[in-house]
């Protein structure tokens, strides 16, 4: 792995404190701590070190939706990172030995490894499955898996959890140890697993749930598995209230919910595909084919109840529906298994000659067979799509009708039209957002490091179009996931207004998730080395040129003919009009550019501006303010310090009665184009979004940060 590409990030206890020019304060708490590269040698879980590096709070989600870092980290007591920039900024102050966890992890990994010729991606999976080593887990692996609707299965969680303490309890059972024996030796092992694995929040609530169960079953006490997945939740939630709000918690929990409540109902309504031939007694045994469907249906209740169980929570949290993961689960999940088994046959088998090996290359292959299989379902037509975030209302609504045909209120005579008519209504409900919901247009102007982009699009096509999509980290952290949110599953036309990277840098990230986008480029020539590259491209692009008209939207600037010098001079301008709104997408056209714009179009008159910030100059000319006479202007500006010039723009704007937005101040914005007047909303309070902290530098998800 290419350490020039890692960044290491370790949960630190904090003792002292010494800020710059200060005094050593005496302090209590954890901070979040990150380096780029990987630790050397001696750096571990509990060694003493002293380090140095800015502070400042976690980022917040640029827009409600996308993933809230600072509220992450909140929820588990920590309130501040600290970035160091060099090795040389630590110091390990109290050497200690190696917690036995981290001791035995590499000791596995090197046991895993044992007879495969390279460390490649495999590899690296096959240790995130059975150790835990979310490391080796990048999005580009992970994307297939999760399109796919499998990605759980590199959780230390249920299944894994479930596939050890049934290992154990066979084994023992194997040779004819009484009950109470196997829970004895069953529970140590179990839990080393899960202390070997890093004691992992998914793995604790997994082996606590398989702690009741296998405790039920040594003191011959009849199983409930919902009695036993309360009493688990229970026991977590007074361990740890926070864990409530984990998304991964929500998951668990209600996945194993829907395994209990909704398995045994729809094997009963798929009992008439197993009906055997009714001249036969009914005694007969079932023939290898009725064997062969009965496995396969009970395999696809289990699939179907916990997709359905997890439907909501999936579109909430990752703006995603997969419909393939009801077939996929039934080839990945026992191909996992068989990995899995592979894995810890290797560990177990160690010290016998040449039984790793055989093991390894055995998992091996098991995850080849995955990782193709995976991609190759990912790509069928309709296999997944995105979806905007359903509401809590329309989930709760969701629960309460599935708990109502789980429970058979809908068979029940006497109930059956009272259930359908409240089951009617609360989808209903459930549907008012979506039917009456703003239909006309609507403009999302995100804040990005040094540049701004723009969602233009309808309520039944949400990002339709797209102006820019930033440098190459902004689109994979903010815009991609942006129109993930929105539910933007046919690729939006790409304006790119110039070619400075910053702008449209991370045309080839947009492309990876959108391999269909089209590209409307700028006519004018430009230095930048993506710019040319991306001409060069093959695939779907277009060059503009002033009058051209696409959809709702003008090219005014730039002229080809003209001699202008540089890069902001000839920024793409762009002009529409909507439900009679006229607006201006400056970019960061320059003063010298708007002066040429001004003088091919003397009649401009527009009701919005939106203006980035020129690399020199004033955002807005005065000529040009005067000229256009807009009712509102926005500033769209990324930066997190005050900058002179925009100071005096925004005040001499707000002076001849121009109502001003700064995205600086309030973050980023969203405009809804009525016949009335546009009506404005801001996503996040004043300076408390990505606006105050620009650096996107840092790769979370939904369980955190990568750490090592």
Known sequence: MDDSQTRSSVRVDVWTVTPEGGTERQVTGQVLVSLPGVFPAGFHRGAGVSFQGRVRPPKTALVPG???????????????????????????????????????????????????????????????????????LNNEVALPFMKSGTLHIFAISGLHIVLVAWIFVALLRFVSLPRAYCGLIAFPLLWFYTGATGWQPSAVRASLMMSVVVGTWVLNRPGNLINSLFAAAFIVL??????????????????VLGLALLQSPLERHWKWLQRPDEFLPDDTPPNVVQTIGRHLLKNLSVSASAWAASLPLIAFYFSMVTPVSLLANLVIVPLSSLALMCGLGSLCGAGVPGASELFNHAGWGC????????????????????????????????????????SGWFCLARWRWWVVASASGLLLFAAVPLLTGWSGLTLHILPLPGAHVI???T???PAAWLVDCGDAQSTRHVTVPFLRLLGCNQPPRTWLTHGDVRHMGGARELRQDYPTVQFLLNPAQFRSPAWRQLREETGRKQFVAPGDHLGPWQVLHPDPTEALPLADDKALVLLA???????????????????????????????????????TGESLSPTLVAALQARWV???????????????????????GVTVFETRIN???SVKLAPGGPVWTWSIPPMTGAAQHPELTEEADLEGDRER
């Not at 209230?241 to 998951?251: C, D, I």
């Open 577 to 615: 009009h909507f439900q009679g709104v006229g607006v201006l997408l400056l970019s960061d056209l320059s003063p010298q550019g708007q002066h040429a714009l001004l003088n091919r179009h003397p009649d401009l008159r527009v009701d919005i501006v939106i203006v980035g910030r020129p690399s």
């Open 667 to 669: 973050g980023a914005l």
């Open 455 to 457: 969602v233009a699009g």
């Open 238 to 255: 007074a361990w740890n209230s926070q864990q409530l709000f984990q998304a991964s918690f929500q998951l668990s929990f209600f996945v």
């Open 367 to 406: 995850m080849k067979a995955m990782v193709e299989i995976s991609r190759w379902m990912a790509d069928w037509p309709g296999a997944w799509f995105y979806v905007e975030r359903p509401s809590r209302a329309a989930m709760l609504c969701f629960y309460l009708v599935l708990v109502a045909w789980s």
């Open 66 to 136: 996308l993933f809230d870092y600072r509220a992450y980290l909140r929820r588990q007591g920590i309130h501040y990172q600290v970035f160091t920039q060099l090795l040389s900024d630590w110091e390990l102050r109290e050497p200690t030995p190696r917690p036995w966890s981290d001791r035995f992890q590499s000791w596995a990994m090197q046991t895993l490894a044992r007879g495969l010729p390279v460390e490649d991606e495999l590899l690296r999976l096959q240790w995130a499955m059975v150790l835990g080593w979310k490391t080796g």
């Open 634 to 656: 926005v500033l769209a500006d990324g930066a997190q310090y005050l900058v002179p010039s925009k100071q005096s723009v925004s005040n001499g704007l707000r002076a001849h």
């Open 459 to 461: 309520r039944w096509r």
